[in-house]
């Protein structure tokens, strides 16, 4: 018989780095859930990552074990490591902070693909594009799909 499902909590962490200080801490207490157990797991299964800013949603049950999904970093920190860029531009729209490639935003959008809801590394590429616009960050070059 399946588990009964409580809830979902979805916390930014970066790999190898969780302890049980906030956001992680308050997070997981409120809920019932073993704190030192989720961050043992949760650093074990993150050592290749380490440093890296990583989305995981913690689906908690009703008997308060619980279950985590470890997704890609996010698309908006790719491209600041890409792009050695501190944070992206307070105006996006006027001040532009860096260039990158499409060969760079296919990279990106390859590496995202399974978390992000499109079927087309093409439309993938487009989201990725998007992001770097709204960072300030310019993409050389005409898009190379169809």
Request: net charge positive.
């Given at each position: 018989?399946a588990k009964e499902v409580a809830g979902f909590i979805k916390l930014q962490i970066k790999g190898g780095a969780?302890?049980?200080?906030?956001?992680?801490?308050?997070?997981?207490?409120?809920?019932?859930?073993?704190?030192?157990?989720?961050?043992?797991?949760?650093?074990?299964?993150?050592?290749?990552?380490?440093?890296?800013?990583?989305?995981?949603?913690?689906?908690?049950?009703?008997?308060?074990?619980?279950?985590?999904?470890?997704?890609?970093?996010?698309?908006?920190?790719?491209?600041?490591?890409?792009?050695?860029?501190?944070?992206?531009?307070?105006?996006?729209?006027?001040?532009?902070?860096?260039?990158?490639?499409?060969?760079?935003?296919?990279?990106?959008?390859?590496?995202?693909?399974?978390?992000?809801?499109?079927?087309?590394?093409?439309?993938?590429?487009?989201?990725?594009?998007?992001?770097?616009?709204?960072?300030?960050?310019?993409?050389?070059?005409?898009?190379?799909?169809?």
């Amino acid at each position: 018989m399946a588990k009964e499902v409580a809830g979902f909590i979805k916390l930014q962490i970066k790999g190898g780095a969780a302890n049980p200080s906030p956001p992680v801490g308050p997070a997981l207490g409120s809920k019932g859930i073993n704190i030192m157990d989720f961050c043992k797991q949760f650093n074990a299964r993150t050592q290749d990552k380490a440093g890296k800013v990583l989305p995981v949603v913690i689906t908690y049950y009703a008997d308060k074990s619980f279950d985590f999904v470890v997704k890609t970093p996010p698309v908006a920190v790719q491209l600041l490591e890409v792009t050695k860029q501190k944070s992206g531009s307070a105006e996006p729209n006027r001040k532009k902070v860096a260039e990158i490639t499409w060969e760079q935003v296919k990279a990106i959008a390859e590496d995202k693909m399974t978390d992000l809801n499109c079927f087309t590394v093409e439309s993938a590429m487009k989201m990725v594009a998007g992001t770097a616009r709204s960072m300030g960050i310019n993409v050389k070059g005409d898009f190379p799909g169809k």
